[in-house]
C-alpha cells in the first residue's frame, strides 16, 4: 500500500485521492437566491443527512483549490440564510454537470442549465422542477474549516419542507431506488447510476444477535472457496445447528465428499438465499 500524510502531498492531488476512495456520494443540487434576486444552482458532493429529528443536513462549499476563491453558493447562503437542495436522478444528470461550471454571479445557471425554477412554499429560492426530491431547507450555522484553498464550509441545514413525486414511490409509499435512478458522484469525471443491476439488498437483523466469525468452525472460517461476503452470511444467523439436527443432515451427506466440494455445496445454498441450511451442511460435514 502506498501510505499518504496530508502537507506532505498537494492538496490538488490529496483532494483526488479523497474523492476516490470516498465514494460514491450523494449530491446536493443547491439552489440558492442573491440579494439582487439572482438565480443560483450548483451541485455539491461533500453532502448527506445527518439526522431526522430535527431533519438536518450538510454540503460543504469548499475553497477553490486554485485560487482560493469560495463560490457563489456560500455568499448566498451567508447573505439569505436559505438554500434549496435537490436530489439528482440520471435524467438530469448532464444538465446538472453543466451547472457545475464557474459562470459568474450575474449569470442564472437555471437559464444556462436548461431547468425550470419552481417557486418554493418557505423559502425564496427556487426548486428545480425536473429533480424528483426537492427539500427546502433554512441554514441553521455555516462552519468554516480553514481560510487555505480546499478548505470546507460546512453548510448546516435544516429541512423545513419536502417535496416528492409521486411517481418515484412504489405501492408501499416509499421511494423505489429504481425509480427514482439516483446519481452519485466519484473521483475525477466519474459518477454512479444507483438503479438496476447496481442495487443491491442487503438485509441484516440489527436487533438479535449474529453469532460472528469468531464462532464459525476453523475450516470454514479459514475457507479457500468461500468469500468473506458469502461467510458473513452464515455468521449473521443467531444460533449454531445443533449437534443433533447436524447428525441427522449428515446422513443426507454423499459419502467420500471433500472439503472443497462440500464448501461448493454451502456457496450454491448461499446464493439461494438458504445460510441456515448452508450452516447445517458446514455443522454436519464438521461431525
Not at 442573491?34 to 458532493?45: H, K, Q
Not at 445557471?109 to 418554493?120: N, V
Not at 427514482?180 to 442487503?202: K, N, P, Q, T
Request: charged share 20%; proline share 5%.
Amino acid at each position: 500500500m502506498i501510505t499518504i500524510e496530508p502537507g506532505k502531498i498537494a492538496t490538488k492531488d490529496l483532494h483526488q485521492f479523497m474523492l476516490g476512495a470516498v465514494a460514491p456520494r450523494p449530491i446536493a443540487f443547491a439552489s440558492t437566491i442573491s440579494t439582487d434576486g439572482v438565480l443560483n444552482l450548483a451541485p455539491y458532493s461533500f453532502f448527506n443527512a445527518f439526522s431526522s429529528n430535527p431533519p438536518i443536513m450538510i454540503f460543504s462549499s469548499n475553497r477553490r483549490v486554485v485560487n482560493n476563491t469560495t463560490k457563489d453558493t456560500l455568499k448566498n447562503v451567508e447573505d439569505t440564510g436559505e438554500v434549496v437542495i435537490n436530489v439528482v436522478s440520471h435524467s438530469i444528470s448532464r444538465q446538472m454537470a453543466l451547472a457545475s461550471v464557474e459562470y459568474g454571479p450575474e449569470v442564472d445557471e437555471f437559464k444556462k442549465a436548461g431547468f425550470t425554477p419552481l417557486a418554493s412554499e418557505m423559502v425564496k429560492p427556487f426548486r428545480v422542477a425536473e429533480s424528483p426530491v426537492q427539500m427546502e431547507c433554512v441554514v441553521e450555522q455555516i462552519l468554516p474549516l480553514g481560510k487555505d484553498g480546499g478548505a470546507g464550509n460546512l453548510i448546516v441545514c435544516r429541512m423545513v419542507l419536502m417535496h416528492i413525486a409521486e411517481e418515484v414511490l412504489n405501492d408501499k409509499g416509499r421511494i423505489d431506488p429504481h425509480k427514482i435512478d439516483l446519481v452519485g458522484r466519484m473521483g475525477r469525471f466519474y459518477y454512479a447510476r444507483a438503479s438496476g443491476s447496481a442495487i443491491e439488498e442487503i438485509v441484516q437483523e440489527v436487533t438479535s444477535m449474529g453469532i460472528g466469525f469468531d464462532t464459525l468452525p476453523t475450516s470454514l472460517r479459514h475457507s479457500q472457496w468461500l468469500t468473506g461476503n458469502e461467510l458473513a452470511q452464515i455468521a449473521a444467523l443467531t444460533s449454531w445447528p445443533t449437534r443433533e439436527a447436524a447428525a441427522q443432515y449428515a446422513t443426507q451427506l454423499q459419502a467420500g465428499m471433500g472439503i472443497e466440494a462440500v464448501h461448493a455445496q454451502i456457496r450454491t445454498l448461499i446464493q439461494q438465499g438458504k445460510p441456515d441450511e448452508a450452516a447445517l451442511l458446514a455443522a454436519a460435514f464438521e461431525g
